[in-house]
């Protein structure tokens, strides 16, 4: 009868991967709130600020920091492993904790604008996790830093042209530097963290 009923499970169920990864019974938004998962969130949280406090000064010797790379990939990778790990709550976690760090330490001369950023970055994990089934996907990992880096993009332009008065010419040829990093190589990193993460046992129904 349990070979049977094991027979009986639909096949879409066994490739399932869906955000909250560790709790897919609950919804993406808010996403788990429990101590185990705030606690998780908080130490994915300052790996990232450990890693970007080599990042950010990278992208503030190559571009003066008013377009970030290298900085931009580690966030899109770590925002969405957190959210996706934990849901939307645990991804803000991870997300905003970095941007205080770095407008204590000046390590980046736009680090108040990361509270606006990570915070679209979160977004956009969250809209990705709530309309895939399969986060393992390549699909479903393109989509979210395509999305994502659409949203920064957009939120850059007044800042750059406004603020900081750049040249659309030069805006225009960064952007396109950034987005060729920040959409394959998050994707790169977040794909190959999330067979650990299936691997090492965290996906829970």
């Known amino acids: 009868m349990a070979q049977r009923d094991a027979l009986n499970v639909p096949e879409r169920e066994a490739g399932e991967f869906r955000a909250p990864l560790t709790k897919m019974s609950a919804k993406v938004w808010p996403g788990r709130a429990d101590t185990r998962a705030i606690v998780s969130s908080l130490m994915l949280s300052l790996t990232m600020v450990v890693i970007l406090r080599i990042a950010e000064p990278i992208d503030t010797i190559v571009t003066g920091g008013l377009f970030p790379v290298s900085g931009r ?4 990778t770590m925002i969405a492993l957190g959210t996706w790990m934990f849901g939307g709550i645990g991804g803000l ?5 970095n941007p205080f760090i770095g407008v204590a330490t000046g390590s980046s001369p736009i680090a108040p604008f990361f509270f606006i950023t990570n915070g679209l970055i979160t977004l956009a994990a969250i809209i990705v996790g709530s309309r895939f089934s399969n986060l393992m996907s390549w699909k479903a ?3 979210y830093t395509t999305l994502a880096s659409i949203f920064l993009v957009v939120a850059y332009i007044p800042l750059h042209l406004f603020y900081f008065q ?3 010419e030069r805006m225009l040829s960064l952007y396109a530097i950034q987005t060729a990093a920040s959409i394959p190589l ?3 990193l977040l794909r190959a963290l999330l067979q650990v993460v299936q691997s090492a046992g965290f996906v829970r129904r």
């Open 93 to 97: 976690i991870v997300a905003e904790i």
């Open 141 to 143: 990992i393109l989509i």
């Open 186 to 188: 998050p994707a790169l």
């Open 166 to 168: 750049l040249p659309v």
């Open 73 to 76: 990939v580690i966030a899109f």
